[in-house]
């Protein structure tokens, strides 16, 4: 019985090895025959035998960390050969398979979205690498920190904010991340959202600076409130009497504000009765 068994266990082995030894041997011969391709004629060829991640951490016996050590390396060098112009077809392809081989490896998920960004000029698959950094690292604040930074660079602000949001929630992420997103909230007009945070950081912190920049912020917050606010007013004072106010003080006695804002200092916004312009008395970041 013994013996029976141990023939069978035997075959089985026998069989695992020419299995892995056939896929080896038909690897090896794709890559040459993709090397007898000229290179002018398909630039980058080489990245067809690169398999899927998922499968080649099975042909790893172990060392998969190792492998995705060797696969970022040649992909540096492959994303820096500017000879190959359709280089950026496979980069969500290339650094998936070192997530796969790797999960907790977090420098190739930074430099993946670094050539997006400024290599491929693709902001949308940036993000794709970092929220996959993200996924499957969710205790690293890096990641929607680094696409916040990214999305607030193009100017979406909507977008930033979002990624701060993510960063804010992770143990450990910087205070500046909380800031980022107050600012971008400002960015949308997002006024009580953005001035609840700034006074949540200015009533907290410890930092004087801190302290100060969001006090300057406060300001910046309340005086673009308080300036739309009487703006509105004098526009419905204008549609009512076909004239601007010749004070402020008019917008209240016509009963279109009920009492005048003053900036956070206690002071009046200063009004240009020839143009309508309001203007706060002091400017925020100078204060």
């Known amino acids: 019985m013994k013996t029976a068994s141990a023939r069978k266990k035997g075959s089985a082995t026998l069989l695992i090895v020419l299995l892995l030894f056939l896929s080896c041997a038909g690897i090896i011969w794709v890559k040459l025959a993709v090397e007898r391709v000229p290179r002018k004629k398909i630039p980058g060829a080489s990245i067809i035998y ?5 499968y080649l951490k099975y042909a790893t016996f172990g060392y998969s960390s190792l492998v995705a050590d060797l696969v970022y390396l040649w992909a540096i060098q492959y994303y820096t050969t500017y000879t190959i112009v359709d280089r950026f077809q496979n980069l969500e392809h290339i650094f998936s398979i070192i997530a796969e081989l790797d999960p907790r490896y977090t420098d190739p998920y930074e430099i993946g979205a670094l050539i997006a960004v400024n290599e491929a ?7 794709k690498i970092l929220d996959m950094g993200l996924a499957k690292n969710p205790d690293q604040w890096i990641f929607p920190f680094e696409a916040g930074h ?3 660079r193009a100017r979406d602000y909507e977008t930033a904010r ?4 993510k960063t804010m929630r992770i143990p450990g992420a910087p205070d500046i991340a909380k800031r980022l997103y107050a600012a971008a909230g400002f960015r949308v007009m997002d006024l009580k959202e953005s001035w609840e945070t700034w006074l949540e950081i200015y009533n907290t912190t410890q930092d004087k600076r801190a302290k100060k920049i969001a006090g300057k912020h406060l300001y910046q917050v ?3 409130s ?4 009487l703006k509105e007013a004098v526009r419905q004072f204008g549609e009512k009497y076909q004239r601007l106010p010749a004070a402020l003080e008019d917008l209240v006695r016509a009963g279109l504000i009920s009492s005048l804002p003053r900036d956070l200092d206690g002071k009046d916004y200063i009004y240009y009765p020839k143009t309508g312009e309001i203007k706060a008395p002091s400017v925020w970041w100078k204060r």
Not at 121 to 127: G, R, T
Not at 226 to 229: E, G, S, W
């Open 162 to 165: 979002k990624y701060y949001e």
């Open 50 to 54: 690169i398999p899927s991640g998922k």
């Open 226 to 229: 308080d300036t739309n606010l």
């Open 121 to 127: 000029k693709d902001l949308k698959l940036a993000f």
């Open 222 to 224: 309340k005086a673009t």
């Open 150 to 152: 990214y999305a607030q």
